[in-house]
């Protein structure tokens, strides 16, 4: 017996069409790619790691099988061992602690600060200490982590900061590109991202020749030359036809984000008199784009419902962090270790956020949550019940 489930009015993400831009080129991309047969380490691998390390604004970028194996990649070329520490926020995805497990290596979660629920700088620093080997730097929704003071930290400290840049591709400050502030970064192309591939893949970024050599190494079963292993590597290569796909949308995610960017301020005009909501602030360090838009309400779970069942796609980063996770139990860090990303927790809603997100998927979006959270009807273009 089939089921089937009807789409919702306003979809969280819209890949099919970003898919529709660039189709034509991809059916061409990939047919060149089966014509060649160069299926692996095939040439748009290379093309693909050099248009996205100019994109960022670094000397090196190395594709990889998924994010969660450039974030190990990069913490292992960064010198994190096992049993040393490394310091991820409370509120991530799991990825960025199980990167640092896989090695190993102890991941130490810290609180965020309540404004942008960005990893809280006086936090890393009072959790710094011998054993200490790395800080995990995640920009979270699509925005930069407090990279100056978090540099002026580990430099002090002597110990590696690796970005986490998987949700700000295109974010920017100074001049320089998530994934390249730090000793080295590492970005997911998961499809939802603000960069997304047709599955799994990954890179990681750096100006270090040494850590780039490193990573390309390790991300080949240990080898810099075939079948001479000389360290224990893994198995994880950007596949040809992600690079392929990755390629034509690298060169739309300016106009994306800037789409994106719009999409927000308009968010932010159309719920600026909605009691009950908090909106996301902006921070005065570098560009956001949107990766996701996250607002804050009371009695989250039954608002989420109410969007559910009014056609609108919603969703939470993050239900629960990462120490309170069943994984992290053994941390030994129970409620009130974290107290500004557990009361986030209960809070935190991720609006519909993509490019194509039009501006009466807009309204209705703000129609349906404003009247869940105020408990009466509310009317965008009067904005008031």
């Not at 995805?93 to 190993?104: C, K, N, V």
């Not at 796609?313 to 309170?324: E, F």
Request: aromatic share 6%; proline share 5%.
């Amino acid at each position: 017996m089939s089921t089937s489930t009807t789409p919702p009015q306003v979809p969280f993400v819209d890949l099919a069409s970003q898919h529709a831009e660039i189709a034509d080129e991809i059916e061409a991309g990939i047919a060149a790619v089966f014509a060649t047969t160069a299926f692996v380490d095939g040439p748009p691998v290379a093309a693909f790691e050099q248009q996205y390390a100019d994109f960022v604004g670094v000397d090196h970028c190395v594709g990889v099988a998924n994010g969660t194996d450039a974030i190990e990649l990069a913490l292992r070329a960064a010198g994190v061992r096992p049993g040393g520490e490394v310091i991820v926020p409370a509120n991530t995805f799991i990825a960025t602690a199980e990167a640092a497990s896989r090695i190993g290596a102890v991941p130490v979660p810290v609180d965020v600060d309540d404004e942008r629920l960005l990893i809280d700088p006086t936090q890393v620093e009072a959790a710094i200490n011998d054993r200490t080997q790395a800080v995990a730097a995640v920009h979270l929704f699509g925005q930069l982590a407090p990279m100056q003071r978090l540099a002026a930290i580990c430099r002090d400290a002597g110990v590696a900061l690796v970005e986490d840049a998987a949700q700000s591709q295109g974010a920017r400050t100074g001049g320089l590109g998530a994934g390249a502030i730090g000793t080295v970064g590492a970005t997911s192309f998961y499809p939802g991202k603000n960069l997304g591939a047709a599955g799994d893949a990954g890179a990681v970024t750096t100006n270090d020749a040494t850590i780039a050599a490193e990573i390309r190494r390790l991300r080949s079963h240990g080898s810099s030359v075939r079948y001479v292993h000389d360290v224990v590597g893994m198995n994880s290569r950007l596949d040809t036809i992600q690079a392929v796909y990755l390629r034509a949308k690298l060169d739309r995610l300016e106009k994306w984000n800037e789409l994106r960017v719009r999409a927000a301020a308009r968010y932010d005009r159309l719920l600026a008199g909605v009691e009950g909501v908090r909106r996301p602030l902006l921070g005065v360090e570098g560009q956001h784009v949107w990766h996701l838009y996250v607002v804050r309400v009371a009695e989250r779970d039954r608002v989420l419902a109410e969007l559910g069942r009014a056609g609108i796609g919603a969703g939470i980063h993050y239900p629960y962090p990462v120490h309170l996770t069943g994984a992290y139990a053994d941390l030994g860090m129970g409620r009130g270790t974290a107290p500004v990303a557990e009361a986030a927790a209960g809070e935190i809603l991720s609006l519909p956020m993509h490019p194509h997100l039009t501006e009466a998927m807009q309204d209705r979006v703000v129609e349906v949550l404003a009247s869940a959270v105020e408990g009466t009807e509310y009317n965008v273009e009067r904005g008031q019940e």
